[in-house]
């Protein structure tokens, strides 16, 4: 336990400088609307993987295996957070629930595009987006909370994986330490 207390502290700070100077870079570079909340997402999708890391390759024997899985599921976790698949099957609704992903997809969603954000079209557009509210609607996310509670989803699930890690490390210490 003390390991993995001092791992987890010095792994945040990694995560939160990581996720501070790539997103001070990527906000200004992007125009992002909230550079906070763009940042709150990095460092949770960070301690998400580690934590998702550390629990494959205590469930594991072969690092190279556990990569690849782990590589497989943050692709398909990716694609069915929100931004790519709005119609899912109720089975992978189900598991979207419990993803950090989905929180984090949706976090960032809301806070680029308020209901009170305005858009120019062209006439010659086929297609005319002239709101915020119509993206959101667009991507099934108008009715999915406020940034904070999918924050606040997002550090929920966080602290959870990391506990559920804990508990496969712990678990795979205990078995080595009987060979």
Do not use: W
């Amino acid at each position: 336990a003390p390991f993995f207390i001092v791992y987890s502290c010095i792994e945040l700070v990694q995560e939160a400088c990581t996720a501070a100077v790539a997103g001070i870079i990527i906000v200004q570079r992007l125009a992002f609307q909230a550079q906070c909340v763009y940042i709150a997402v990095m460092v949770g999708c960070l301690f998400n993987g580690e934590s998702l890391g550390i629990a494959l390759n205590s469930a594991m024997v072969h690092a190279g295996a556990s990569l690849n899985i782990i590589n497989g599921l943050c692709a398909v976790i990716q694609i069915i957070s929100g931004f790519m698949a709005n119609d899912l099957p109720p089975l992978l609704v189900a598991m979207n629930k419990i993803s950090p992903q989905m929180y984090a997809c949706r976090a960032l969603a809301l806070s680029q595009f308020p209901p009170e954000l305005k858009f120019k079209c062209d006439a010659s557009s086929p297609i005319c987006i002239q709101s915020g509210s119509e993206v959101l609607r667009m991507l099934a996310m108008d009715g999915d909370g406020s940034v904070r509670s999918n924050l606040i989803g997002l550090l929920v699930l966080s602290l959870f994986y990391r506990f559920m890690s804990f508990l496969a490390l712990h678990y795979r210490a205990r078995k080595v330490g009987r060979m």
